[in-house]
């Protein structure tokens, strides 16, 4: 079955660093991969997603994410952290004809001052 | 992309009682799905809603608890019924667009049962 798993539930960087937020996905076909932020109290946002051109993704926010098919990734990163950053953030997958997202566990940015 | 309005955004109800919650979408959309996203939890898929059809539930929900109807292209409901402490969690209407894979979801339901 496809799953997606984010490592780490809480992660926590200072103001000015490199933000690094991982997802593995597991897939017996290419999958759509997507990055989604949950502020307090909202709904979901769309940060960046892959449908199978560049594996270099850039989105909004100054975030951006590579597909790393020999590693199954799609890690989520921002060299500068920004206190606006401090969300929830969720990777999610779907598949080739399947249409619904499969959303990981989430993992919660602390940014510290 | 789609702008969802989601209503109610929040409400407060008592057991055993029934919430139904409205998703408008100012365009036509291919696809609508529900989801719940419990206190602390991830999303986790309720039904795709299908116009003109019976919605296509996940494993784990069923009709009689979450009955979901799709009237047309732009509008669903979910309602939630015979409510549960248990029940209590957000739910989010999401929607997309066949061929462009960028699902955009309305803010949200906060249902708190008391």
């Known amino acids: 079955a496809q799953s997606v798993t984010q490592l780490g539930s809480h992660v926590s960087v200072s103001e000015g660093a490199l933000v690094l937020l991982r997802c593995n996905y597991s897939?017996?076909?290419?999958?759509?991969l997507f990055w989604y932020v949950q502020y307090p109290n909202q709904g979901l946002q769309l940060l960046l997603k892959?449908?199978?051109?560049?594996?270099l993704v850039k989105g909004i926010n100054g975030f951006e994410a590579e597909f790393k098919k020999s590693e199954t990734s799609f890690h989520l990163t921002k060299p500068s952290a920004h206190m606006s950053d401090a969300a929830e953030y969720f990777c999610?997958?779907?598949?080739?004809?399947?249409?619904?997202?499969?959303f990981g566990q989430g993992t919660r940015l602390t940014i510290n001052p | 992309s789609a702008v969802i309005s989601q209503k109610p955004s929040r409400d407060i109800c008592q057991r055993g009682t029934s919430l139904t919650i409205q998703c408008q979408v100012d365009s036509q959309v291919t696809m609508m799905f529900w989801y719940r996203q419990q206190p602390g939890q991830s999303l986790t898929l309720i039904a795709t809603a299908n116009q003109g059809s019976e919605a296509t539930y996940e494993s784990g929900f069923v009709i009689d608890k979450f009955p979901i109807s799709r009237p047309n292209l732009t509008f669903s409901t979910l309602t939630v019924s015979n409510m549960s402490p248990e029940d209590s969690s957000i739910y989010l209407c999401s929607v997309g667009v066949s061929g462009d894979y960028g699902y955009t979801f309305g803010s949200g339901t906060r249902l708190t049962v008391v």
């Open positions: 892959y449908t199978s051109a560049a594996t």
């Open positions: 897939s017996s076909v290419p999958p759509y």
């Open positions: 999610a997958v779907s598949f080739q004809g399947a249409q619904k997202l499969v």
